[in-house]
């Protein structure tokens, strides 16, 4: 097995420089809060990210994309992890798309490929946002679709529902289905019930089981960057505050029971960042997939809730208020613990995976 | 690379490994500049990026070469030649170099004392100055390879009236000199890998001086931030450390498995595969020249890691967990942290937190270094080491 490339390359690093500038003139913590007050996501920040390509990379150039990889996702991922955007790109660039490039040999696939690309409409893949190894429960009832699928990402947003059924991906049109929203634990990107009850669907060539599969792998190892971009804001933030803020005369960073804690999230975030550049690569290469998004979720999820618990704590009264972002940061990290498997999940595959039978 | 790897094929075409001594082809190498081609030309190296290295390592080890045994002589090559090489003078440099990297000379340490661990620099073992050279008297301790080696990186006090940090000095110190004693020093696992080593007026020709008088603690920075790029450097396959060796004691014990123990070995294992892709990415990074800090993240999780897998491995062998292979006082010549049994790891990895900076003291320098976050009220700062409590 060659060995994996786990820097960023001068081009990633470019993206990156490019991501970042475009979310701190858009999505600084004032805006970012008050779309999560209404509960919208920001189509004007989708479109900008569009424009910068950064909504395709991973679909190649004869698809409408930009024809670079999962790793240049990832730092997208790690980007808009940092600033917790309201953006459907864990839907619509990652799992819709991971779907609907798995089955790109349908020419239906391919048209909403292009139109996903260009930033016209954006989609989601119409699971519950936990699943990582559960059955589509949505059924063909004489030629329509019906059934009810719980707490889907990015659905309230997408025009276009990609839906696992009957063995084969659907489209469907988000007005062909009753879209609820619903009060999420995660106000960033918030989730939604989506029921069919007869829908009409385009049917698209391939199995459905397969796409999947391969949209969740896709979306948990690009995950792990998201938790990466999470963690680090998290500590970020921490330090600066532990910096300029006194108590008993000092400024409390220079507390070794604070420093330490610190010190301990800056360690798992080396381990987290390598693991989650592992899986952006694996994902990229097609070496070692299964692993190394096991490792990266079972890792990341758990390293970005800690290092949001450690920013509240560590912040004191004011790391409990509405007002300050850090609420933001924990609500995504625990609702990306779930999202997708838990870490719990990624070690019963692991177990399987690397021969650890329970 | 083309040339380095024509370099390394013209020394082989005339020494060929199978028909040279060992000896004769490591000094060949040396003198080829392939022994760490980022030193100098002349010392052993190229001036080239710290990369190439694995390029010529490769190619020697497919031609069946013989190494110098790293891991017999790691404190001369992970501690002594980078601070040779950066504080040395040119007639230190050609003296002790060569010899060092061919492992013909072993190297040891005399940095920590009885009363200084953490604080190393409180250190008190004294060097006063008598003509042309230094007499030395001290306690040194901890100290691995001090019964084998040929000479010692020394840090000694040669100022009591000043601060701390600023009165010490750093020397060369000659293991044979008569003034110096090597005791066993026996640890909770039985064995005595490490002495302590008692100074009584041992002599130290000014000659063998690294850096200005007063400058010890700047010297000794560099030997432990390279003891740190040492540790985070070795690549690793998968399972290759102590997950590997507890992953083969639960495939081999299917009897003895619990939920517990299986969720507490999964994360493990887990957090054990990402510390090898850390020093992976670590060792990429050193390869363009641009190290991050992350070798002292790989510290603090490979001790936690080690802990925490050999406890559980001992939980596992029940009845078998209870007993211990031998506690005879023995002195091995190579520390393997996953050798032996079970118990022997368990009671060794205690260490890992310990030695090369304890992982509180490495979380200091994490916090106040990387993190940049103020540092504790220094109470000993301005006050001249004789002056301080102990």
Known sequence: MSEPNLRYSDVEDGLRASVRDLLADRADAATVLAHAESAEHDPGLWRALAELGATSLHVPEELGGQGAGYRETAVVAEELGASVAPVPFLGSAVLATAALLHVSQDDDARAALARLGSGEITATLVVPLSTWDSTPSVQLVDGGLVGTVRSVADARAADLLVVPAGGALHLVQASAATVTPVVSLDVTRPVADVEFTGSTSVALVGSAEDAVRAALLAGAGILASEQVGIAQWCLDTTVAYLKQRYQFGRPVGSFQALKHRLADVWQQLVLARAAARNAADALATGNDVEVAVSVAQSLCAAVAVHAAHECVQLHGGIGMTWEHPAHLYLKRAKADEIALGTPGRHRASLAHLVDLPG | ?390
């Not at chain 2, 031609?63 to 992970?78: E, K, T």
């Not at chain 2, 000479?151 to 010490?168: E, F, N």
């Not at chain 2, 003895?256 to 892709?277: F, I, K, Q, Y």
Request: aromatic share 6%; proline share 6%.
């Open chain 2, 1 to 390: 690379m083309t040339d380095l790897r024509d370099r390394v094929a013209a020394l082989l075409a005339e020494h060929d490994p199978a028909t040279t001594d060992r000896l004769d082809f490591l000094r060949a190498r040396f003198d080829a500049g392939l022994a760490w081609v980022h030193f100098p030309e002349g010392l052993g190296g190229l001036g080239a990026p710290r990369g190439d290295q694995e390029i010529v390592d490769a190619a020697l080890v497919a031609a069946g070469a013989p190494d110098n045994n790293p891991r017999r002589i790691g404190i001369g090559l992970g501690m002594a030649a980078p601070t040779i090489l950066a504080f040395g003078t040119d007639e230190q440099r050609r003296r002790f170099l060569r010899p060092l990297w061919t492992g013909e000379e072993v190297w040891c340490q005399l940095f920590s004392e009885p009363g200084a661990g953490s604080d190393l620099a409180a250190l008190g073992t004294r060097a006063r100055r008598d003509g042309d050279d230094w007499v030395v008297t001290g306690q040194k301790v901890w100290t691995s390879t001090a019964h084998t080696a040929r000479w010692a990186i020394l840090v000694a006090r040669t100022d009591p009236d000043v601060p701390k940090h600023a009165g010490m000095t750093y020397f060369v110190c000659d293991m044979t000199d008569p003034g110096v004693e090597v005791r066993p020093l026996r640890q909770i696992t039985g064995e005595a890998e490490f002495n302590e080593v008692f100074l009584t007026d041992a002599r130290i020709p000014d000659a063998h001086r690294l850096g200005a008088v007063g400058d010890g603690w700047r010297v000794a920075q560099t030997t432990l931030m390279n003891e740190w790029v040492a540790i985070g450097g070795r690549p690793m396959p998968r399972e290759g450390g102590m997950a590997g060796v507890v992953a083969e004691t639960w495939r081999a014990n299917p009897e003895r498995r619990t939920p517990e123990a299986h969720d507490r070995l999964l994360g493990l294992w887990v957090e054990s595969e990402a510390l090898r892709l850390a020093g992976i990415r670590l060792r990429q990074q050193l390869a363009v020249g641009s190290p991050g800090p992350e070798g002292s993240a790989m510290k603090l999780a490979f001790a936690r890691l080690s802990q925490a897998l050999s406890g559980l491995e001992v939980e596992l062998l029940a009845e078998d967990g209870l007993r211990y292979s031998d506690w005879a006082l023995t002195r091995p010549e190579l520390v393997d942290f996953t050798g032996r049994d079970a118990g022997y790891r368990y009671l060794r990895a205690k260490g890992n937190s310990i030695e090369g900076g304890t992982s509180e003291i490495l979380r200091n320098i994490i916090a106040e270094r990387i993190l940049g976050l103020p540092s504790e009220p220094r109470v000993d700062k301005d006050v001249p080491w004789k002056d301080l409590p102990r």
